[in-house]
């Protein structure tokens, strides 16, 4: 399914689904269009029974360089700015939503939006060319409050201080050491062999573990369902 600036494919015999960010002429910076239909695809794709991870990338070896600045003078001045956060941050629900596994294959430039979208999914790989930044302080814009308490979640207080006041660019290494990161790999492919390891896993399983991290008071009732699953079964044979 194509869409502007964003398209999906399903692939069913491996259970992936990826969600592209395509506007390589803006190095695949986000617009309202594009932050719209994110949230559309994603929803539509997370809920794809044959789908059991999700992955979004960029094309051409670059993730996203952001929101697209360019609509920032009328989109996003005085009063207008909350709509405008209002609008990514219905974005990074939708990703976070989604009941199975969502991981971001991040290569090349992860600034800003870039960076707020790898903060909503699960598991962000990223290949050795991934530069993550947030330049808030180089604009002179305010990190959306969503995005910045994702962000204190996944690095902590401190290192989110760090990244935002001074604006600083991490390579993959760098990314990885303070957690903005969960792997370095060698290359696109490596991450997309990993996104369908992943998929062969029991989404039973999966689904439920990122229910309880969410609502750790469910977990009685979710492990009564675990436990009585199909691939539970099939699991202890296996194993």
């Known amino acids: 399914m194509r869409t502007d600036g964003v398209w999906a494919e399903v692939d069913a015999p491996r259970r992936v689904g990826r969600v592209v960010l395509d506007r390589p002429e803006r190095r695949n910076a986000l617009d309202r269009a594009m932050w719209s239909r994110l949230a559309e695809v994603v ?38 700015a909350h709509a405008y956060d209002e609008l990514t941050e219905s974005a990074l629900v939708a990703i976070e939503r989604v009941a199975v596994p969502t991981v971001a294959v991040v290569e090349g430039a992860c600034l800003g939006g870039g960076v707020s979208i790898t903060l909503a999914v699960d598991v962000v790989l990223a290949t050795p060319s991934a530069c993550f930044g947030i330049p808030a302080a180089e604009i002179g814009t305010l990190y959306p409050r969503g995005a910045l308490q994702r962000l204190v979640d996944r690095v902590g207080g401190s290192r989110a201080r760090w990244m935002l006041l001074t604006a600083m660019r991490l390579g993959a290494a760098e990314a990885l050491s303070v957690g903005l990161c969960h792997e370095v790999v060698a290359d696109r492919l490596t991450a997309l062999g990993r996104v369908a390891a992943m998929a062969r896993l029991s989404s039973t399983s999966q689904q439920a573990t990122k229910r309880v991290l969410r609502a750790p008071h469910d977990h009685e009732r979710l492990a009564s369902v675990v436990f009585a699953s199909q691939d539970y079964a099939e699991g202890r044979r296996a194993f």
């Open 43 to 80: 929803a539509e794709v997370g809920s794809d029974p044959a789908v059991g991870v999700v992955v979004i990338e960029g094309t051409q070896g670059t993730f996203a360089a952001g929101a697209d600045i360019g609509e920032f003078d009328e989109h996003r001045v005085g009063e207008a």
